[in-house]
């Protein structure tokens, strides 16, 4: 089956930092790829999203490149800010196969902490 | 506002007593979904509905009831709840269009089961 694959957290850093967390994934056929944001105390908010190879998604200075060889979608970005800290989840849809209709597959998350 | 919205908030609550989630969205989406959330497992699909009568069980339906009589409607039933099942439940509901799946997410419920 599909599944996601994100490294653990917490990741924490200082402000103006560069940010890479990582998310690897399995999947069948093409999927389309996401990164959620979960602020404190919210439900999660699309960040980004990629639906075919060689996309870049991108959004309030973050990026994602869909990278098909090293099914790969790896978050970025060049200088973090306290209001980054937030967890962060990497997601894939598959609409192909047994799970079509069974929309998205999350990673475990990562915790981003953000120092001044 | 489009929004999702789920009720209760935060709910503390006893082995084996019946309770319902409600969850209600306002942007005449097709799909909705139940998740969990758990420490380090990321979110797990309870339940999705495609459309009014239409539903399925996600990755870890046991011990959850869903039903989907109305279109913004998407309740979850816990008929006899355990212990295990103390978690985080958002709700979440999409608008399918072409190869892309943009889910909007409730606020969550807390849920403690003693």
């Known amino acids: 089956g599909d599944s996601v694959t994100q490294m653990e957290g917490p990741v924490t850093l200082s402000e103006e930092a560069f940010l890479t967390i990582n998310c690897t994934y399995t999947?069948?056929?093409?999927?389309?790829l996401f990164w959620y944001v979960q602020y404190p105390g919210e439900g999660l908010q699309l960040l980004l999203k990629?639906?075919?190879?060689?996309d870049k998604g991108s959004n309030k200075g973050f990026e994602a490149t869909y990278r098909k060889e090293t099914t790969s979608f790896h978050l970025e970005k060049g200088s973090v800010q306290v209001s980054d800290s937030a967890v962060y989840f990497c997601?894939?849809?598959?609409?192909?196969?047994?799970?079509?209709?069974?929309?998205?597959?999350f990673g475990g998350g990562t915790r981003l902490m953000v120092k001044p | 506002e489009a929004q999702v919205t789920q009720n209760p908030r935060y709910l503390i609550t006893v082995t084996g007593k019946k309770l319902t989630v409600t969850c209600s969205q306002n942007?005449?989406?097709?799909?909705m979904s139940w998740y969990r959330q758990d420490p380090g497992l990321g979110l797990r699909q309870i339940y999705y509905?495609?459309?009014?009568?239409?539903?399925d069980k996600g990755d870890v339906p046991e011990g959850y009831k869903v039903s989907r009589k109305e279109k913004r409607n998407f309740p979850l039933i816990l008929e006899s709840p355990s212990p295990n099942q103390t978690s985080l439940y958002f709700c979440?509901?999409?608008?399918?269009?072409?190869?892309?799946?943009?889910?909007?997410f409730g606020p969550g419920t807390r849920l403690t089961v003693t």
């Open positions: 999947a069948t056929g093409y999927p389309s």
């Open positions: 997601a894939l849809s598959d609409r192909v196969g047994a799970n079509a209709g069974n929309m998205l597959t």
């Open positions: 979440a509901s999409s608008l399918i269009r072409g190869n892309s799946y943009e889910q909007y």
């Open positions: 942007m005449n989406h097709e799909y």
């Open positions: 509905s495609m459309n009014v009568e239409v539903t």
């Open positions: 990629a639906t075919k190879a060689d």
